[in-house]
């Protein structure tokens, strides 16, 4: 049974350094005081779905959409309300670290919808 316990302690260590960051994850541009992501909004779809910006840079995120609605960064608690074709844009400092989930709320009070995360690595 010890061994057991054992092997599946040695399987959770693995998996869970499998899913540290690494150095060579870090975005390119993780020394840069300041970065710009854009991102377009199709339906209830971001592209990319996934951004990845440094602790302590200042962020500029454009999102351009084809459909209404406030855009949420939970974590950040920023909003964007966007309209269909055009463009919106927020710029912060990224002071917390950690994924954070960025939603769709409908301008008809329908349910949110997450659409895509934003990590913030601690470099």
Known sequence: MA??????????????????VTQADLPEDCQAASVEREATLTGNRLDPEAIAVCKGQELTLTITADRAGEIHLHGYDNELEVQPGDTATVTFSTTLAG??????????????????ILTVHEP
Request: overall charge negative; some cysteine; proline content about 11%.
């Open 3 to 20: 061994r057991l316990a054992a092997s599946f302690l040695s399987i959770l260590i693995l998996v869970g350094a499998a899913g540290c």
């Open 99 to 116: 994924q954070f989930p960025i939603e769709l709320h409908p301008p008809d009070e329908g349910p949110e919808v997450e659409i895509g």
